[in-house]
């Protein structure tokens, strides 16, 4: 006879009830076609060309020391414990100096030169009274610019088509170096009281010929006060580098800013005439 416990049968497994059907979703709204973009405002076309002088239509260093020669030359005879005293780093050490003191005048070289002159035959003991004269003699020595080739056959072609202003911080005389004809105004900073990156200067050389910043076109040599602070003023800019004048510095700036470098006027001249901005007519 056999003895323990017999095994229960399991409980019958009770069905899952049934799951209420999934509510049908209703269809998605259909969406509005997007709007057509409208298309990009094309450039209007150029009215207006600015320019920087010094380093952008000839090389200044050399006309800055060819000058200071001659200054010293007339101060060796008119002012000669001057000359002695001072020679041009000396003359640059006073400018720097009388710089920290009036910022307000940093715009107006004729100034900061005559009354680094005038500084220098004080301490000297010389006639300070010589001041005007020794500015006139270095003044008209600095108008005595070397023009880079292209300079005046490319402002003359764009002269035929277009306004032409010269917008300059230095105090250089485009009538007297023999250029005036190729401009129809200069905005000095020493005359108007402002000089770049100022946007004052850049919208003086637009208001002076009527034409609108969106209209005009900067060219200069320098990334900071021509190109980028003539954006800021709503021109358009391009950045001239003469490769003579290019050393390791700005070198690595254009590789840093990323901004395209131009070499001389006429190779601006091409790319406009090909994005048809300017016409292509020959010189």
Request: contains cysteine; hydrophobic residues 45%; aromatic residues 4%.
């Amino acid at each position: 006879m056999t003895t323990g416990i017999q095994p229960q049968p399991e409980p019958p497994q009770q069905p899952e009830p049934p799951q209420p059907p999934l509510a049908p979703q209703p269809p998605l709204a259909p969406q509005p076609p997007l709007a057509p973009q409208p298309p990009l405002a094309p450039q209007p076309p150029l009215a207006l060309i600015t320019l920087d002088l010094d380093d952008t239509l000839w090389p200044v260093v050399p006309t800055l020391i060819a000058a200071e020669a001659v200054l010293h030359d007339w101060l060796v005879e008119r002012a000669p414990a001057t000359a002695a005293r001072f020679d041009a780093a000396a003359h640059r050490d006073l400018r720097t100096a009388l710089l920290r003191e009036r910022q307000d005048l940093a715009h107006d070289m004729n100034w900061l030169r005559t009354e680094g002159l005038r500084r220098a035959l004080a301490a000297a003991g010389d006639p300070v009274d010589l001041a005007a004269e020794a500015f006139a003699i270095f003044f008209a020595a600095r108008q005595r610019v070397t023009l880079y080739d292209e300079v005046v056959p490319q402002l003359e072609r764009w002269r035929r088509d277009l306004k032409v202003v010269a917008i300059t911080n230095g105090n250089a005389d485009v009538e007297r170096i023999g250029v005036g004809h190729l401009f129809d105004c200069c905005i000095s900073a020493h005359v108007v009281g402002y000089g770049k990156p100022d946007p004052r200067a850049f919208r003086a050389a637009c208001d002076q010929v009527g034409v609108a910043p969106g209209a005009a076109l900067h060219i200069g040599d320098d990334l900071e006060i021509d190109v980028r602070a003539a954006r800021e003023a709503g021109l358009r800019a391009a950045w001239l580098r003469r490769p003579a004048l290019d050393n390791a510095a700005i070198d690595r700036l254009r590789r840093e800013s990323g901004e395209r470098a131009y070499p001389d006027l006429e190779t601006i001249d091409r790319e406009l005439v090909a994005a048809s901005q300017i016409s292509g007519k020959p010189n």
